[in-house]
């Protein structure tokens, strides 16, 4: 029966990832108008149409004005549907388990807003995994929007978030997630950043005035596609920042974006790492390693429309001797550039001056070191330091219609028979041994008294009651759940050392 | 009557320690692991966490609440793990037999010695904090500036040091050698070895051993991340979420599970009054740019572990975590130009914000799997770390 259920999880969660839009709609009871029901998997060149199935009825939960997100995340369980309704919502919200799915619903133009006021720090910030986020106006948060820690398989997707501290949607240490249509400006660092993550598709976002749009940093396996990234300081950032504890940054394609006019005044945090960016550049790439520009349309990033940089391009920060400073096989494709360079910073005046550019502005610049890069058709551009570059002889990235995962990322990766054994060693051996007598009896003494009965022990150790006066009492150990009890039990008896 | 008993303790002690009676190869080794380890059927101790039902990215060891651990130290036979544990806590490893491991790594004091500052072979104020021993393990860089890449290579730093244990590793053998119970230990740590004295390679492998088994992963914080989440109060699970927000940003550097990233940062904390700026990481590293940088230490048993920083210059949770809302460089001399860590800022937290952080932090302690010294030791030498506690 157990096992049934835990299908039914996984079923669920396969289902968030592949085919959120649908489900919603086809068992509306209320008279609200569903969520819209765009596939994002099957249209726009993504992949994987195969990966969307139907699922059982989810158990919906409605939150409106004056009611707490909060209290309905407390009380939801893996697989709820969390509607929101138009209103104000005052609160941060935090979602440390799995399966949720949480949707603003939109009326006649009224959306639900998550309202920081200015003194709030993150508006939702996530642990789990299999998480969805959709529909909100986020609006005034000191520090984030929306932040995943370490969350698999995630659908962050048509949200306004506006002048909203420092990350506009920033998803940390997860695999398989997708960013898509969502709206961000007056953000003080990056609006969108993928920071430390794997296998990430960021689709058709609209950012602008905000200090960077889309940095990838420390991540592997992105896409950055159909993005409309207007009006910040810096349009796209593909990074190695030194000092995290996941030191590269590969695999990246940058493509289909029109990236115009980049040019705000820098109003970064003193001392963040944005801060030093110039305002005025289109794509930056510092550090990275395969990143492919490809069909994107760059225009009137007055300081430059691509950079490619290596670690030294951020003055004032610790170096750290894991990580890998220069920008290795980058390949330039096909890019519509025009209008850009008009206004450089000192440093690219000069470097005009020494590389006897005579051609008006500048459309790309590369500093530092790196091997293996190349460019098709340099000659349509204005280019600086690009000597080491050969003509790319790249197909293009066509092939890649997605980069995130064909199923889900694994949770986990234990089988439930090991977990008694974690939870055995990991958790009883405090007290516990084979045999010998330490806090609690020995493990043989157990066994004897519960043979044939890990019931017996799943139901004693959830409520201990004192038996043995040459024993302290046994604490409850009711915070593991029925069924990890039944294993350890399981496990306890099983162990003849 | 607490005062009286312990001045028993202590006469105790000096009576004990005037008779230095050598204890002649009476000891058994344990033959089973310590807590939280499975014994495999080639004798080896192997780490279980509930952790270890989870990945992480990259194998990094650092996420969120379900997240893996970071590769680590196992693999130790019991009986070398257990020889680690009579070594550790014997001060016939220092000079003058005066100091021991564990009295500036104390398990009483979570590891750590409670003060500001180590006290050295004379007694003398060392440079910097003792860190802590739990889940070293785990680490990749050992000693505040990241000196030391190895447990082994680490601890041939206090043990020479002429101002810590000031050992020699000639004396420091030539002592043990000496013992007979120690050579009948060795023997049973190392069955394999084809003479009878002790290598320094074995004295370094048994305290690697023993300090390696030294976990704390079943704090309360825990069982909330596993999925119990009645295991933390209401205050608690505000300041967890103070602690992870983007605006404390404590969580980017003192990352789950084991509430550190492993890597260099620099902070601009104060150093003591008598003490010239110090430099940190840039020496080990020859890199300016690492000036003032130290290894960001794990927050686990945190509590346990005042005063805090390299220079123990803050005495309560509550004053760290007040220096990181004061401003981004407020204590940094104004000759030193330092490249701070980005995440340093101006979070503008409130008072209430603050304590919150200060309850979380005290929901990391957990030393359920806190050895115990030994009652004897081979040496016939008292244990020295516990007269700290008593006097």
């Known amino acids: ?497 | 009557m607490k005062n009286y008993s312990s001045l028993i303790f202590f006469l105790a002690i000096v009576f004990l320690t005037a008779c230095k009676k050598e204890n002649t190869g009476t000891i058994k080794l344990a033959q089973h692991c310590p807590p939280g380890f499975e014994l495999t059927a080639d004798n080896k101790c192997l780490c279980r966490s509930l952790y270890h039902q989870y990945n992480s990215l990259n194998n990094a060891g650092v996420g969120g609440l379900q997240t893996g651990l970071p590769p680590m130290r196992d693999g130790f036979s019991p009986q070398q793990i257990d020889l680690g544990r009579y070594l550790f806590f014997d001060p016939v490893l220092s000079g003058n037999q005066k100091l021991s491991c564990a009295s500036c790594h104390n398990p009483a004091l979570g590891f750590s010695d409670g003060q500001a500052r180590s006290t050295g072979f004379n007694g003398q104020l060392l440079n910097r904090a003792a860190p802590t021993l739990w889940n070293v393990a785990f680490l990749k860089s050992f000693f505040w500036d990241a000196r030391a890449s190895t447990l082994e290579e680490q601890m041939q730093g206090p043990l020479y040091a002429e101002n810590e244990m000031n050992n020699t590793q000639e004396k420091l053998l030539s002592s043990l050698n000496a013992i007979l119970g120690y050579r009948e230990l060795f023997s049973q740590a190392f069955p394999k070895k084809n003479n009878n004295q002790i290598q320094i390679n074995e004295v370094y492998t048994a305290l690697a051993a023993f300090e390696s088994s030294l976990i704390s992963l079943n704090s309360r914080y825990d069982l909330y991340a596993h999925g119990y989440h009645e295991a933390l109060k209401k205050n608690e699970i505000e300041g967890m979420n103070v602690f992870r927000s983007f605006v404390a940003r404590c969580a980017e550097c003192h990352t789950p599970p084991l509430f550190t990233n492993q890597q260099i940062a620099v902070l601009g904390t104060p150093e003591q009054e008598d003490l010239p700026f110090d430099a940190g990481a840039e020496k080990t590293f020859n890199d300016p740019s690492m000036r003032g940088g130290f290894k960001v230490p794990t927050l686990r048993n945190i509590a346990q572990t005042a005063p805090y920083m390299h220079s123990g210059k803050f005495a309560s949770l509550q004053d760290v975590v007040t220096f990181y809302n004061s401003g981004r460089g407020h204590a940094v001399p104004e000759n030193e130009k330092l490249s701070l860590h980005w995440h340093i800022w101006e979070p503008n937290l409130t008072q209430y914000e603050i304590e919150r952080v200060v309850d979380f932090l005290n929901t990391l302690t957990d030393e359920s799997f806190k050895p115990a010294a030994p009652q004897e030791l081979p040496s016939g030498l008292q244990p020295v770390h516990l007269k700290k506690i008593i006097s």
């Open chain 1, 1 to 497: 029966m157990k096992t049934i259920f835990k299908f039914l999880g996984m079923l669920i969660a396969a289902a968030i990832l592949f085919g959120a839009g649908y489900l919603v709609s086809k068992k509306q009871k209320s008279n609200v108008p569903p969520p819209p029901t765009v596939n994002y998997f099957s249209g726009a060149g993504t992949k994987n149409a195969s990966g969307l199935q139907q699922t059982e009825e989810r158990n919906v939960v409605e939150v409106k004005q004056g009611q707490s997100i909060q209290e309905a995340v407390n009380n939801a369980k893996s697989g709820d549907l969390i509607r929101v309704y138009p209103g104000t919502y005052k609160e941060t919200i935090y979602i440390d388990k799995d399966n949720i799915y949480l949707q603003g619903v939109v009326l006649e133009g009224e959306w639900p807003i998550l309202e920081g006021e200015k003194k709030r720090n993150d508006a939702i910030l996530y642990s789990g995994n299999n998480m969805v986020i959709e529909n909100f106006k986020i609006m005034n948060y000191k520090g984030n929007g929306i932040m995943g820690q370490a969350g698999n398989n995630f659908i962050i997707r048509n949200n306004y978030i506006i002048d909203t501290g420092v990350y506009g949607i920033f998803p940390e240490f997860g695999t398989n997630g997708l960013i898509s249509h969502n709206i961000l400006s007056g953000i003080e660092d990056a609006a969108i950043y993928v920071g430390m993550c794997d296998n990430i598709d960021v689709l058709y976002n609209e950012v602008f005035k905000s200090v960077a749009g889309i940095e990838i940093e420390n991540s592997r396996h992105a896409l950055v596609e159909g993005n409309y990234v207007h009006d910040n300081t810096g349009g796209i950032l593909a990074f190695i920042t030194p000092g995290l504890p996941i030191k590269t940054c590969f695999d990246v394609i940058i493509r289909n974006n029109f990236i115009i006019n980049n040019n705000l005044e820098n109003f970064g945090e003193p001392g963040s790492i944005v801060a030093s960016l110039p305002r005025g550049t289109g794509i930056i790439i510092m550090a990275a390693d395969e990143v492919t520009i490809e069909n994107n349309i760059i225009t009137g990033n007055e300081n430059a429309g691509i950079v490619m940089t290596d670690l030294n391009f951020i003055a004032h920060i610790t170096k750290d001797p894991e990580s890998e400073p220069n920008p290795d096989r980058i390949v330039i494709l096909d890019n519509i550039m025009s209008n850009n360079g008009s206004n450089p910073i000192d440093e690219l005046k000069a470097a005009r001056i020494a590389y006897m550019v005579t051609a008006k502005g500048i459309d790309i610049v590369a500093v530092g070191g790196g091997t293996g890069s190349c460019i098709r058709d340099k000659s349509k551009y204005v280019t600086i330091g690009l000597d080491n570059y050969s003509q790319c002889q790249s197909p293009g990235t066509a092939n890649v219609l997605s980069y995130m995962l064909e199923k889900p990322a694994p949770p986990r990766d234990t089988k439930t028979e090991d977990r008694g054994r974690l939870i055995y060693y990991g958790i009883c051996s405090g007290c516990h041994s084979y045999n010998l007598r330490m806090i609690g009896p020995p493990t043989m003494t157990i066994q004897a008294l519960y043979k044939d009965n890990p019931q017996g022990i799943a139901d004693y150790i959830a409520k201990p009651v004192h038996k043995r006066t040459d024993f302290p009492e046994m604490p409850p150990q009711d915070y593991l759940s029925e069924e990890k009890r039944l294993e350890v039990a399981k496990y306890m008896l099983s162990i003849d050392k």
